[in-house]
């Protein structure tokens, strides 16, 4: 008997992937209901992490930067795509001197969470960092050539509320962080 919580795949095909990791995947599901859906698609993409990273002053280290995906200059905090076989905090240490010349020295995962509940896209991890130093210029800043700025938590909380933030997984980390 199926477990009537989850879906059965009964089929799978592989629609299109690219050179970045991105896959569109159609399925054949069956629900616990016993009812069929012929055509369910999944898109997939690496996983990466979302870094809440505060200075020795516990300033906020954010970058006011133009993103694609909401169509103008937001807030966003550092991130990047996780690398074959890299953990998430070394991907976060990674990525935080290539885009922005900061090391952290105390840097914590703080779990992990789907993009997508249905059609799960890939996971959000969480890093946050505690006493950051800037120890370069970036080496390899991001394409949407951010600018970095500091918010102390007041100032953080403020944006966060006022939606200042408009990236589902940097609004995440922020409220996990602002909430421990």
Not at 37 to 55: C, K, W
Not at 134 to 143: H, L, R
Not at 150 to 175: C, M, T, V
Request: glycine letters at 8%; charged letters at 25%; one cysteine or more.
């Amino acid at each position: 008997m199926m477990d009537k919580r989850h879906w059965k795949i009964l089929a799978q095909e592989n629609i299109y992937r690219n050179e970045r990791g991105i896959r569109l995947e159609k399925q054949k599901v069956e629900l616990p209901s016993g009812a069929i859906l012929t055509d369910y698609y999944r898109i997939i993409m690496r996983n990466f992490v979302t870094m809440v990273i505060q200075d020795e002053k516990h300033d906020f280290l954010c970058i006011k930067q133009y993103k694609h995906g909401v169509g103008k200059v937001a807030l966003t905090l550092p991130g990047g795509l996780i690398e074959e076989g890299e953990a998430p905090v070394e991907t976060a240490a990674r990525e935080l001197l290539e885009e922005t010349g900061y090391q952290c020295p105390d840097l914590r995962y703080k779990g992990k969470y789907v993009l997508n509940g249905n059609q799960h896209v890939c996971y959000s991890h969480i890093v946050a960092g505690y006493g950051a130093k800037m120890i370069s210029e970036a080496t390899e800043p991001d394409q949407e050539e951010g600018q970095i700025c500091f918010l102390s938590k007041e100032q953080i909380r403020e944006a966060f509320f006022a939606n200042d933030f408009p990236i589902i997984s940097h609004a995440l980390a922020i409220g996990i962080i602002l909430a421990d």
